[in-house]
């Protein structure tokens, strides 16, 4: 007798006929099989019905009587002798049931753990994506953020640095770095803090290397030679 084809016609039964199966068919056939299994797989053995509904939960003789007759109808018991009142032992034999033939539960399980599987490894790979999204997130704030400080630094002046750096965090790298590299070059221009326009006029678009293209390309003044008399 083999305990895993006996559960596995049983299984395949359960999972063909979802109609048929109740709880109860499922804890007398349970029992059953381990009874016999501390028995020594006995062909024929005897289950006392007392002790079967005291361990399956079952309180009535008849709800009991009714689901172990149906497991004999279904094929997994053979009634060898019938017990003569319900404190008295059926005499059973455990078989393989020849009409659960179909693999439908065996199908069912496969499909299932090929797209758990498939889940699984989407899931895996989301996690990764959102991780490496996240850290390489954080560095390139990070890098924005050192951008920003030096930027700052270059310009000297201390108020609307909130709202500057809002305005910053939205600009490309790219946009940062040109930013910065005008800079100076503004406030070679413009000694005087005071008269610096604000740095949001920059993050606004309003770029300030016009003013400074402009600024170097105005005609120089060429002093005036006195007249040589």
Not at 196 to 219: C, G, H, M, Q, Y
Request: aromatic share 10%; net charge positive.
């Amino acid at each position: 007798m083999d305990i895993f084809k006996l559960y596995r016609s049983f299984w395949n039964f359960c999972f063909e006929n979802p109609d048929k199966i109740k709880p109860t068919h499922i804890a007398i056939y349970s029992f059953a099989v381990e009874h016999c299994n501390r028995l020594g797989w006995k062909k024929k053995f005897g289950l006392p019905t007392s002790m079967v509904m005291e361990a399956t939960g079952i309180k009535s003789y008849s709800v009991y009587k009714k689901h172990l007759d149906q497991l004999v109808e279904f094929g997994f018991i053979d009634m060898i002798e019938l017990s003569r009142n319900q404190y008295s032992a059926n005499i059973i034999a455990l078989k393989e049931n020849d009409k659960a033939s179909i693999k439908a539960l065996d199908k069912a399980l496969i499909k299932h753990s090929s797209k758990q599987t498939e889940s699984t490894s989407q899931s895996i790979i989301t996690v990764d994506k959102q991780v490496n999204n996240s850290t390489s997130k954080q560095e390139t704030n990070k890098q924005k953020s050192d951008l920003f400080d030096t930027f700052w630094n270059l310009y000297a002046k201390k108020e609307d640095r909130k709202k500057s750096f809002s305005k910053w965090m939205n600009l490309k790298i790219e946009t940062m770095e040109t930013i910065i590299e005008v800079v100076p070059k503004y406030v070679k221009q413009k000694p005087e803090i005071k008269y610096r326009k604000n740095p949001v006029t920059f993050l606004n678009n309003r770029s300030w290397e016009d003013e400074i293209i402009a600024e170097k390309e105005k005609p120089q003044k060429v002093p005036m030679q006195k007249a040589v008399l």
